[in-house]
C-alpha cells in the first residue's frame, strides 16, 4: 500500500494562515469539510461499486482526521486485492486505485473452493472455476510458494502443470498438462526439474508416464 499525500503540508500550512487572519466571529463559523467523494479505481465496475460504498463510513471525516489504519484494514479486508493506491485529494476527495491479485491456482477447503493469489491469500471462488493447476493435499501456503519460486527459477513452466500434490512429508508431486506425473524430492526442486526439462529432449524418455527424481543420481521411469 502507498499513501499519496501530495500538498498535504502545503494545505495544512495554508489552513493556518487562513486561520490566523480571520476574526473570532469567522472563526467560530470555520468548519473543516468531511469527506464528500469516494472515488474507487482499478477493478470491475461491480466490484468497485461494492467497496465504494462500504468506505461510505469514512464520511463522517475530514481528510485530515481520516485514520489511516482503519482504511488500510478495510481495504486489506478483500483477499483479492494485490497493491492499493490513496490520494487525498483536498479538501475532501478520497481517491483510491485498486490492483486485482493474480489468480495462480486453485485448491479445496471445508468443500469450498479457493484461489490460491500471487498475494498470498485465499480467495473464495465464486462462479465457474478458472483453468488453473488444482492443488490436492493438505496445502500450506508458504509451502507452495516455496514450490513456485523454484519453478520460477527453473526451465520448467507453471504453464506447464495440470495438477500439483502436496504431501504431509513437505514434498510434491507434479502432474503436467501432458499427463506425466513427476515426483520430486524435498530439497534441489530447480536442479530436479531442469533434469526432467533436459530428459524430456531425448528419444528414450518420449513416452514416458511417471519420473521419479526422488533420488539423488537415480531416475526411475514408468513408460505408458
Excluded: C
Excluded at 478483500?78 to 487525498?88: T, V
Excluded at 520448467?156 to 502432474?175: A, P, Q, V, Y
Aim: proline share 2%; charged share 25%; aromatic share 12%.
Amino acid at each position: 500500500m502507498l499513501l499519496r499525500k501530495s500538498k498535504k503540508i502545503f494545505i495544512y500550512v495554508f489552513l493556518f494562515f487562513v486561520i490566523a487572519t480571520l476574526n473570532n466571529k469567522n472563526l467560530k463559523n470555520f468548519e473543516i469539510p468531511k469527506i464528500s467523494e469516494i472515488i474507487v479505481s482499478g477493478l470491475s465496475e461491480k466490484e468497485n461499486l461494492e467497496i465504494s460504498n462500504n468506505l461510505e463510513v469514512l464520511k463522517k471525516y475530514d481528510l485530515f482526521t481520516l485514520n489511516n489504519s482503519r482504511l488500510n484494514e478495510m481495504i486489506n479486508a478483500y483477499n483479492y486485492i494485490e497493491n492499493f493506491l490513496i490520494y487525498k485529494r483536498y479538501p475532501s476527495t478520497l481517491d483510491i486505485h485498486l490492483q486485482k491479485t493474480r489468480f495462480i491456482a486453485h485448491v479445496k477447503k471445508n468443500n469450498k473452493n479457493f484461489y490460491i493469489g500471487s498475494n498470498k491469500r485465499l480467495i473464495e471462488v465464486n462462479g465457474r472455476l478458472q483453468n488453473l493447476p488444482f492443488i490436492y493435499g493438505n496445502l500450506r501456503i508458504d509451502e507452495f510458494f516455496k514450490l513456485k519460486k523454484s519453478i520460477n527459477e527453473s526451465n520448467f513452466k507453471f504453464s506447464e502443470i495440470k495438477n500439483l500434490f502436496f504431501f504431509i512429508s513437505g514434498r510434491w508431486d507434479i502432474e503436467t498438462q501432458s499427463g506425466i506425473l513427476i515426483k520430486l524430492p524435498k530439497s534441489k526442486i530447480k536442479d530436479s526439474l531442469n533434469l526432467y526439462i533436459e530428459l524430456m529432449k531425448k528419444n528414450d524418455f518420449k513416452n514416458i508416464k511417471m519420473i521419479d527424481l526422488r533420488q539423488n543420481n537415480q531416475v526411475v521411469v514408468n513408460e505408458q
